[in-house]
């Protein structure tokens, strides 16, 4: 058995490729919803996300909508974890999203805070982190450069099972 075989992370774009209709966002959603209920139902209890506004927030938001839900025939205990690549993340971010972010980490079982300041490369490490603890990714993936992508490549590299919920 693989050490972190009930581990899945969530790697997508911020706010610039997430739909923007209400109906494709809600699409959006349902596929999370269907993957992470798909995972759970598969033994995942541990969930990753890299604490940034677009993506992770949703699927966030997600998670904890499963963690309320309790099958009283299948009880599952499943655990949000929020990898912050350093403390002041959110300070230049607007306020609903900086409002999300710390409502969204105070509800999350774990708050893992990689560094106190912002340093070239933390946004990788923080990839990284999440890749080397997990067997599983849903991703948001369109193809484009950029953190996305790097994460997405080292899970390939790692042998991590990719979801793409991206459409073109």
């Given at each position: 058995?693989?050490?972190?075989?009930?581990?899945?992370?969530?790697?997508?774009?911020?706010?610039?490729?997430?739909?923007?209709?209400?109906?494709?966002?809600?699409?959006?959603?349902?596929?999370?919803?269907?993957?992470?209920?798909?995972?759970?139902?598969?033994?995942?209890?541990?969930?990753?996300?890299?604490?940034?506004?677009?993506?992770?927030?949703l699927c966030a938001e997600i998670v904890l909508m499963r963690k309320r839900v309790v099958h009283i025939s299948e009880p599952k205990v499943i655990k949000l974890i929020a990898v912050v690549p350093y403390e002041e993340q959110p300070k230049n971010w607007n306020e609903v999203n900086r409002e999300l972010y710390f409502t969204t980490l105070a509800q999350c079982d774990e708050v893992i805070t990689l560094n106190a300041k912002y340093h070239q490369g933390c946004f990788h490490q923080r990839n990284r982190?999440?890749?080397?603890?997990?067997?599983?990714?849903?991703?948001?993936?369109?193809?484009?450069?950029?953190?996305?992508?790097?994460?997405?490549?080292?899970?390939?590299?790692?042998n991590v099972q990719i979801i793409n919920l991206y459409e073109s």
């Open positions: 058995m693989q050490k972190y075989e009930n581990t899945l992370c969530f790697s997508g774009h911020r706010s610039i490729s997430i739909p923007k209709s209400k109906e494709n966002l809600e699409n959006l959603k349902l596929r999370i919803g269907e993957e992470v209920d798909r995972a759970i139902k598969n033994g995942v209890d541990t969930f990753y996300f890299g604490a940034c506004y677009g993506f992770d927030l982190y999440m890749v080397d603890n997990s067997s599983k990714m849903i991703c948001y993936y369109d193809g484009s450069k950029g953190g996305t992508a790097y994460t997405v490549k080292y899970a390939e590299k790692n």
